[in-house]
């Protein structure tokens, strides 16, 4: 709407400018060949002017935008030397339209001859000072008009397609949310269903009663996840960090791993808590599909500077060897989900690590600092936890990744929450 807004207006100045010198045409006389002359070229100057306005117009070669000024050009000088003083007002649509086109210093050496040249005929014709001033002025005043409102033109449609851009951006970035956010959520509980419901088809015959408690929690794990889907259609879903240990607790010991807990971290505000169970999540998920584990270890702790979900286990499977067609290839189709979790750490400030530490084990490692009041941590901001050795108490990592994703803001969040981290009494 705004575009065609502006384009109206542009062409009723224009119209207005150019009725006006075909009134003083009128007015002053002149043969009907004169006439009929300055019609036709003041048609063109009127025709070109718009389509050179117009969204088309604008995106134009540099070379067709040069033979519209050249036609201009043609079309205002040709006809003062057979009308003289009668064209004086067609100059400033010219100088406008140099302005447009060409770079300075070359523009304004325009300008200043399409201003000369209506002073100098009109002080040769005989006129008064103050008629030729009011002609010169008069001059860059059509200049003015005919520049400012092509520029504005040029405005507005930039203005929209920014518009248009953001939203498009906007509706990547809650689709990339949506995906994300799924990716997580339903990774680790579809993985936990296949595990148990396995586990309980090997025991429907060896002991049935385990078999229905494997099944009973197959259909709370299911029941969650449906209720997980839902809250990711409406909006971002808290995590609980506590319930997410239980959680990752309970389907180790039904995969019959040797889980260890070590969590001293109590005080944590929700957009913390809510990334640290996502990285837990993932990577329990990742423990339970891409590696054979027996023994896993969960470290959660931290101070009022950082705190640190830590997730060690073993039984990495060997890298492919190409010369050693006996050794395990990975999943072809691979995953996106060590992406989503340093997007998810990075972009409230903090930092993830993951890979084999030299005694063969995979450590898996999200550092964040407390939101300062007041101040949104982001990346490589002040907030931003501090790194306390590539590979923690173990030893150096491996291989390393970090990057960044959103979380998304936690709806109802309390504003009474310290900022800091308090470790548990």
Same mark, same amino acid.
């Given at each position: 709407?705004?575009?065609?807004?502006?384009?109206?207006?542009?062409?009723?100045?224009?119209?207005?400018?150019?009725?006006?010198?075909?009134?003083?045409?009128?007015?002053?006389?002149?043969?009907?060949?004169?006439?009929?002359?300055?019609?036709?070229?003041?048609?063109?100057?009127?025709?070109?002017?718009?389509?050179?306005?117009?969204?088309?117009?604008?995106? +134009?070669?540099?070379?067709?935008?040069?033979?519209?000024?050249?036609?201009?050009?043609?079309?205002?000088?040709?006809?003062?030397?057979?009308?003289?003083?009668?064209?004086?007002?067609?100059?400033?649509?010219?100088?406008?339209?140099?302005?447009?086109?060409?770079?300075?210093?070359?523009?304004?050496?325009?300008?200043?001859?399409?201003?000369?040249?209506?002073?100098?005929?009109?002080?040769?014709?005989?006129?008064?000072?103050?008629?030729?001033?009011?002609?010169?002025?008069?001059?860059?005043?059509?200049?003015?008009?005919?520049?400012?409102?092509?520029?504005?033109?040029?405005?507005? +449609?930039?203005?929209?397609?920014?518009?248009?851009?953001?939203?498009?951006?906007?509706?990547?970035?809650?689709?990339?949310?949506?995906?994300?956010?799924?990716?997580?959520?339903?990774?680790?509980?579809?993985?936990?269903?296949?595990?148990?419901?396995?586990?309980?088809?090997?025991?429907?015959?060896?002991?049935?009663? !385990?078999?229905?408690?494997?099944?009973?929690?197959?259909?709370?794990?299911?029941?969650?996840?449906?209720?997980?889907?839902?809250?990711?259609?409406?909006?971002?879903?808290?995590?609980?960090?506590?319930?997410?240990? /239980?959680?990752?607790?309970?389907?180790?010991?039904?995969?019959?791993?040797?889980?260890?807990?070590?969590?001293?971290?109590? /005080?944590?505000?929700?957009?913390?808590?809510?990334?640290?169970?996502?990285?837990?999540?993932?990577?329990?998920?990742?423990?339970?599909?891409?590696?054979?584990? !027996?023994?896993?270890?969960?470290?959660?702790?931290?101070?009022?500077?950082?705190?640190?979900?830590?997730?060690?286990?073993?039984?990495?499977?060997?890298?492919?060897?190409?010369?050693?067609?006996?050794?395990?290839?990975?999943?072809?189709?691979?995953?996106?989900?060590?992406?989503?979790?340093?997007?998810?750490?990075?972009?409230?400030?903090?930092?993830?690590?993951?890979?084999?530490?030299?005694?063969?084990?995979?450590?898996?490692?999200?550092?964040?600092?407390?939101?300062?009041?007041?101040?949104?941590?982001?990346?490589?901001?002040?907030?931003?936890?501090?790194?306390?050795?590539?590979?923690?108490?173990?030893?150096?990592?491996?291989?390393?990744? /970090?990057?960044?994703?959103?979380?998304?803001?936690?709806?109802?969040?309390?504003?009474?929450?310290?900022?800091?981290?308090?470790?548990?009494?």
């Amino acid at each position: 709407m705004a575009p065609r807004i502006v384009l109206v207006v542009f062409v009723v100045a224009m119209a207005g400018i150019l009725g006006a010198a075909v009134l003083h045409l009128l007015t002053v006389g002149g043969s009907p060949m004169q006439i009929l002359v300055g019609a036709a070229a003041i048609a063109v100057m009127f025709c070109t002017q718009v389509a050179r306005t117009t969204q088309r117009g604008m995106r +134009l070669h540099r070379t067709y935008q040069f033979w519209v000024l050249g036609v201009q050009i043609v079309c205002t000088f040709l006809p003062m030397l057979l009308m003289g003083t009668a064209w004086v007002g067609l100059p400033g649509l010219l100088a406008g339209s140099l302005l447009l086109t060409l770079r300075p210093p070359w523009s304004w050496l325009g300008v200043a001859g399409c201003v000369a040249s209506v002073l100098a005929v009109t002080w040769f014709s005989g006129w008064a000072p103050l008629r030729v001033a009011y002609n010169g002025v008069s001059a860059l005043t059509t200049c003015a008009v005919v520049y400012g409102l092509t520029k504005l033109s040029e405005i507005v +449609l930039q203005l929209r397609a920014a518009q248009q851009e953001i939203a498009r951006l906007a509706v990547e970035e809650e689709r990339l949310r949506f995906a994300r956010d799924l990716h997580d959520l339903l990774g680790y509980s579809l993985s936990a269903i296949t595990l148990r419901s396995e586990l309980a088809h090997r025991l429907v015959d060896a002991d049935p009663p !385990r078999a229905q408690g494997e099944v009973a929690h197959v259909l709370e794990i299911s029941r969650q996840a449906l209720a997980d889907v839902r809250s990711v259609a409406r909006s971002y879903r808290n995590i609980s960090l506590p319930a997410e240990i /239980s959680s990752a607790v309970s389907v180790f010991e039904a995969a019959g791993i040797d889980a260890e807990v070590d969590s001293t971290l109590e /005080s944590v505000p929700e957009t913390v808590g809510t990334v640290l169970a996502t990285v837990l999540r993932e990577g329990v998920t990742n423990i339970l599909r891409h590696s054979k584990v !027996r023994r896993c270890q969960i470290t959660v702790c931290g101070d009022a500077d950082c705190a640190v979900l830590r997730l060690v286990n073993d039984g990495v499977q060997p890298l492919p060897d190409p010369r050693d067609p006996t050794t395990p290839h990975p999943d072809e189709e691979g995953g996106s989900g060590l992406g989503n979790l340093a997007a998810r750490v990075d972009a409230i400030g903090g930092t993830l690590r993951a890979g084999l530490r030299e005694d063969g084990c995979f450590r898996l490692e999200a550092r964040i600092p407390p939101p300062a009041p007041g101040r949104p941590a982001g990346r490589d901001g002040p907030g931003r936890c501090a790194d306390r050795g590539p590979g923690g108490p173990h030893g150096p990592a491996r291989a390393a990744a /970090s990057g960044a994703a959103t979380a998304s803001p936690a709806p109802g969040r309390s504003a009474g929450r310290p900022p800091g981290f308090g470790p548990r009494a």
